[in-house]
């Protein structure tokens, strides 16, 4: 599932100032500009204290969508330590996985700081990329990444039908198929 997909802005959107992990960075400002979003990479952006070192505790929400059987983990806030909000993931995901979920959506701020390196540790950990999802949060976008909990290959029956749609099929089952090896 592609969230970018489903996203059609009311007014003009304005600039992000974005921090995805490197292994991302291609495809994420590749969405942005099918959908015509102003971004500004990290790398680009002026010097400044990184927003979530001065923002104190994470904010994050979970919970189980049965009639989808499918778990959602929001981090809104990543607050001063990653590897807290890494661990509550690993937690959950856990949790969602003994519920038999078929697949958990992980929303991480993605306008904060520590994003890039929360996404890299649930890469390790077997979460793949399934889009952007601007405005997901009060003020701030969403990079998403997924967890699939099922057999046989999720992708045997997905149809797409535009050229933005097939680039994200093509790089979310590119990187589906290397975990899988």
Not at 68 to 77: A, D, R, T, Y
Not at 125 to 145: C, E, K, Q, T
Request: aromatic fraction near 10%; glycine fraction near 4%; charged fraction near 20%.
């Amino acid at each position: 599932m592609s969230l970018m997909l489903q996203w059609l802005p009311l007014t003009p959107p304005r600039q992000r100032v974005i921090h995805p992990p490197q292994r991302y960075a291609d495809i994420v400002a590749t969405l942005y500009q099918q959908a015509e979003i102003p971004i500004c990479p990290a790398a680009a952006a002026p010097p400044r204290l990184p927003p979530s070192l001065a923002e104190g505790s994470p904010l994050l929400h979970s919970s189980h969508i049965p009639d989808l059987n499918v778990g959602v983990l929001e981090v809104e806030n990543l607050g001063n330590d990653p590897t807290t909000v890494s661990n509550w993931i690993f937690h959950w995901t856990r949790n969602l996985c003994r519920d038999k979920a078929d697949t958990i959506y992980l929303f991480l701020n993605i306008e904060q700081y520590e994003c890039a390196k929360v996404a890299d540790a649930c890469a390790e950990r077997g979460y793949i990329f399934a889009g952007v999802s601007p405005d997901a949060f009060p003020g701030a976008d969403a990079l998403v990444m997924q967890y699939i909990n099922v057999s046989g290959d999720p992708f045997a029956r997905l149809e797409v039908f535009t050229d933005t749609a097939r680039l994200l099929r093509d790089f979310i089952r590119e990187e589906w198929t290397a975990l899988e090896r």
